[in-house]
């Protein structure tokens, strides 16, 4: 098997094999196995509607997280060029390349945040935090769940799917909500 390398800002983080190179710097992107992340959740507004703005503290001070309906989620995912909103296949990859579903949760979520003991170890920079879900007018799993869109829909035509991360569990999963009603967090990937 060909040793991978973990980016950090175009820096060498760590092998495969564990060995630690460099420290990480500040970035907004960190490159795991072939894909390249943005690190931060999608944090643009651009007026158009479909976008719920809040305050949520982690614990270590104060995060504004935007939640998005799915159209809003593809509408600024397709404005932003050279990233994208990630497929289900892409979310997938990301897990292998930490070690497949059983560990990805732990190695991908925050050091901080999670309820009941459910911090990460964080261990790419990637820094998943518990912003749960927005419907209408309220939080839903804050503290306990980070759900994420993707670029699948179902095939009905107001469901699309997420990804999530729970404080219980090391595993990733997928699941459908309703495109109108729920809005999650958005992670984009970088072109190929």
Same mark, same amino acid.
């Given at each position: 098997?060909?040793?991978?390398?973990?980016?950090?800002?175009?820096?060498?983080? +760590?092998?495969?094999?564990?060995?630690?190179?460099?420290?990480?710097?500040?970035?907004? $992107?960190? *490159?795991?196995?072939?894909?390249?992340?943005?690190? +931060?959740?999608?944090?643009?507004?651009? =007026?158009?509607?479909?976008?719920?703005? /809040?305050?949520?503290?982690?614990? /270590? #001070?104060?995060? !504004?997280?935007? $939640?998005?309906?799915?159209? &809003?989620? @593809?509408?600024? %995912?397709?404005?932003?060029?050279?990233?994208?909103?990630?497929?289900?296949?892409?979310?997938?990859?990301?897990?292998? %390349?930490? #070690? =497949?579903?059983?560990? %990805?949760?732990?190695?991908?979520?925050? !050091? $901080?945040?999670?309820?009941? #003991? #459910?911090?990460?170890?964080?261990?790419?920079?990637?820094?998943?935090?518990? &912003?749960?879900?927005?419907?209408?007018?309220?939080?839903?799993?804050? =503290?306990?769940? %980070?759900?994420?869109?993707?670029?699948?829909?179902?095939?009905?035509? !107001?469901? &699309?799917?997420?990804?999530?991360?729970?404080?219980?569990?090391?595993? /990733?999963?997928?699941?459908?909500?309703?495109? *109108?009603?729920?809005?999650?967090? @958005?992670?984009?990937?970088?072109? &190929?």
């Amino acid at each position: 098997m060909a040793k991978v390398i973990y980016t950090y800002n175009n820096q060498i983080l +760590k092998s495969t094999d564990n060995e630690w190179y460099t420290e990480p710097g500040p970035a907004d $992107y960190v *490159t795991i196995g072939t894909q390249t992340w943005k690190i +931060k959740n999608l944090a643009i507004d651009d =007026g158009q509607g479909g976008i719920s703005i /809040q305050t949520v503290n982690y614990g /270590q #001070g104060n995060v !504004t997280e935007y $939640y998005y309906t799915w159209d &809003a989620a @593809v509408r600024i %995912a397709n404005s932003i060029p050279g990233w994208h909103l990630p497929t289900n296949s892409e979310w997938d990859a990301l897990a292998s %390349a930490v #070690g =497949g579903r059983s560990t %990805a949760g732990t190695k991908l979520k925050s !050091t $901080y945040g999670w309820e009941s #003991g #459910g911090n990460g170890t964080d261990d790419y920079g990637f820094s998943v935090f518990p &912003a749960g879900n927005w419907i209408r007018t309220s939080f839903y799993n804050l =503290g306990t769940w %980070a759900r994420f869109w993707t670029a699948n829909e179902d095939t009905s035509s !107001t469901q &699309a799917y997420s990804y999530f991360y729970s404080n219980t569990s090391n595993t /990733q999963s997928s699941s459908t909500y309703n495109k *109108t009603t729920h809005s999650l967090s @958005v992670r984009l990937v970088k072109d &190929a």
